[in-house]
């Protein structure tokens, strides 16, 4: 099977939550988190898809490892060893901003490396509370433990497949390290990967269609894929990476189109990413310290919008009569990062008189002609605050689901400088503005 037919294809809005908010999920709206040594211990960061505003979220002392995004974006799960003695750890849930840190196991054993369940109600994770290293899930408020595996050898690192009909987990039980599954509720154990050397470290891409792990068997670690088969051996597997030293802990991106897995370069662990059909590489980390453990987010919910704004749609120039009592047509356009149709036109204000829509409502039309629905409003002239000094003008406003969102225009004054009236403060939820009391008679 050539690498094409490989590929895996995911619908944008695979991720729910975002598409909501705008009709093009893309990558520039996910995170990926990961560990880092960079301020001397081990912290959980989380970074931009091109590398950029590393955050540090755990800011702790201790041992803080293993990052794993939930389904719907809005929370992280890692191992840490704050609330036990070193190296002994529990597994813990925080806000993906790092706020709200809440503890999830209840320190009998070690427990490490969580993953999500496909509904986000529940967390994997290896623990030695019995005596071995086994593999657990555990609903995250901490209730309802179940123990899934329950033998002699060594199992770990758990992964839910996206259908939530198993779960891909490391074991010893062959004498090396393999790749097992196990039921949601345990039961009988599928071999899906075996080699006489070290498998590890699985990830599923979105669509369940194939699973990725590192692997020893051409003399030193490297990220293969192959494609899953349910319960059966995974097959067509090829390697990723051609790394002279290592290449480990592969995370597909929420579209597939990207892998991010950790790499030993120049004497450091540093994060890379991979297309796996291109096979072309780009580095995200470059620090002196080791970087590890990547986990990609889902399409996460943006927290603003930076709209294109397109001042009387049509011109270049955009004139705007300061004398004229008329309207001034201003226009959102849809692109490929924002749909236009998703703007609250009760919350648009523009210029900095903060002037709303004079007509009851916007319209919705495709104003350039891109076959794109756009946002358009009228704005009485008077009202927006612009004299011969003004060379732009901005609009603020929310989406439906009350994001923020701003954009700017450049316009070019004619006719003198208009009577303008002193500003008003705001009342309430809408800045009063004088058209507002000329049209009601009273301030809103």
């Given at each position: 099977?050539?690498?094409?037919?490989?590929?895996?294809?995911?619908?944008?809005?695979?991720?729910?939550?975002?598409?909501?908010?705008?009709?093009?999920?893309?990558?520039?709206?996910?995170?990926?988190?990961?560990?880092?040594?960079?301020?001397?211990?081990?912290?959980?960061?989380?970074?931009?898809?091109?590398?950029?505003?590393?955050?540090?979220?755990?800011?702790?002392?201790?041992?803080?490892?293993?990052?794993?995004?939930?389904?719907?974006?809005?929370?992280?799960?890692?191992?840490?060893?704050?609330?036990?003695?070193?190296?002994?750890?529990?597994?813990?849930?925080?806000?993906?901003?790092?706020?709200?840190?809440?503890?999830?196991?209840?320190?009998?054993?070690?427990?490490?490396?969580?993953?999500?369940?496909?509904?986000?109600?529940?967390?994997?994770?290896?623990?030695?509370?019995g005596g071995a290293l086994d593999i657990y899930a555990i609903d995250t408020n901490g209730a309802n433990l179940i123990r899934l595996t329950d033998d002699a050898y060594s199992n770990s690192t758990p992964t839910w497949s996206p259908d939530?009909?198993?779960?891909?987990?490391?074991?010893?039980?062959?004498?090396?390290?393999?790749?097992?599954?196990?039921?949601?509720?345990?039961?009988?154990?599928?071999?899906?990967?075996?080699?006489?050397?070290?498998?590890?470290?699985?990830?599923?891409?979105?669509?369940?269609?194939?699973?990725?792990?590192?692997?020893?068997?051409?003399?030193?670690?490297?990220?293969?894929?192959?494609?899953?088969?349910?319960?059966?051996?995974?097959?067509?597997?090829?390697?990723?990476?051609?790394?002279?030293?290592?290449?480990?802990?592969?995370?597909?991106?929420?579209?597939?189109?990207?892998?991010?897995?950790?790499?030993?370069?120049?004497?450091?662990?540093?994060?890379?990413?991979?297309?796996?059909?291109?096979?072309?590489?780009?580095?995200?980390?470059?620090?002196?310290?080791?970087?590890?453990?990547?986990?990609?987010?889902?399409?996460?919910?943006?927290?603003?919008?930076?709209?294109?704004?397109?001042?009387?749609?049509?011109?270049?120039?955009?004139?705007?009569?300061?004398?004229?009592?008329?309207?001034?047509?201003?226009?959102?356009?849809?692109?490929?990062?924002?749909?236009?149709?998703?703007?609250?036109?009760?919350?648009?204000?523009?210029?900095?008189?903060?002037?709303?829509?004079?007509?009851?409502?916007?319209?919705?039309?495709?104003?350039?002609?891109?076959?794109?629905?756009?946002?358009?409003?009228?704005?009485?002239?008077?009202?927006?605050?612009?004299?011969?000094?003004?060379?732009?003008?901005?609009?603020?406003?929310?989406?439906?689901?009350?994001?923020?969102?701003?954009?700017?225009?450049?316009?070019?004054?004619?006719?003198?400088?208009?009577?303008?009236?002193?500003?008003?403060?705001?009342?309430?939820?809408?800045?009063?503005?004088?058209?507002?009391?000329?049209?009601?008679?009273?301030?809103?």
């Amino acid at each position: 099977m050539s690498r094409t037919r490989r590929t895996v294809l995911v619908a944008l809005c695979f991720v729910v939550s975002a598409c909501s908010l705008t009709a093009y999920a893309q990558l520039e709206a996910t995170r990926i988190a990961f560990l880092s040594q960079r301020d001397g211990n081990h912290e959980v960061y989380a970074m931009g898809v091109d590398g950029t505003t590393p955050v540090n979220l755990t800011n702790h002392p201790a041992i803080d490892n293993h990052p794993v995004w939930s389904p719907d974006g809005s929370r992280i799960a890692f191992h840490s060893d704050r609330d036990r003695s070193s190296e002994v750890y529990d597994v813990y849930i925080m806000d993906a901003d790092g706020g709200n840190v809440t503890r999830v196991t209840d320190g009998v054993g070690s427990s490490a490396s969580p993953g999500w369940s496909p509904d986000g109600a529940q967390l994997t994770f290896q623990s030695t509370r019995g005596g071995a290293l086994d593999i657990y899930a555990i609903d995250t408020n901490g209730a309802n433990l179940i123990r899934l595996t329950d033998d002699a050898y060594s199992n770990s690192t758990p992964t839910w497949s996206p259908d939530g009909s198993q779960i891909l987990f490391v074991s010893s039980r062959t004498g090396g390290y393999d790749i097992y599954s196990v039921g949601p509720s345990g039961g009988a154990l599928s071999a899906v990967i075996e080699h006489a050397t070290f498998d590890g470290f699985p990830a599923w891409s979105p669509d369940g269609s194939q699973i990725a792990f590192h692997s020893y068997r051409d003399g030193v670690a490297n990220v293969y894929i192959g494609d899953a088969n349910g319960t059966n051996p995974v097959t067509n597997i090829v390697r990723l990476t051609a790394d002279p030293i290592e290449a480990m802990e592969p995370s597909f991106a929420p579209d597939g189109s990207l892998i991010a897995f950790r790499t030993r370069r120049h004497g450091r662990i540093q994060i890379y990413t991979i297309d796996p059909i291109a096979l072309a590489e780009v580095r995200l980390t470059n620090t002196a310290s080791h970087e590890a453990a990547p986990d990609w987010s889902p399409f996460l919910a943006p927290t603003s919008f930076v709209v294109l704004v397109d001042v009387k749609p049509g011109s270049e120039a955009n004139p705007i009569n300061l004398r004229r009592k008329g309207v001034t047509p201003v226009a959102i356009l849809t692109t490929a990062a924002f749909d236009a149709t998703q703007v609250d036109g009760e919350t648009v204000r523009l210029g900095t008189d903060a002037a709303s829509i004079a007509h009851r409502q916007a319209h919705y039309e495709d104003v350039n002609g891109d076959g794109s629905i756009d946002w358009l409003g009228h704005f009485r002239t008077q009202e927006i605050g612009v004299d011969t000094d003004t060379s732009s003008l901005t609009l603020v406003g929310q989406t439906l689901d009350g994001i923020p969102l701003s954009g700017s225009d450049v316009v070019t004054p004619r006719g003198g400088r208009p009577r303008r009236a002193p500003a008003l403060a705001s009342v309430g939820k809408r800045p009063t503005t004088w058209g507002a009391v000329r049209r009601d008679g009273a301030i809103r």
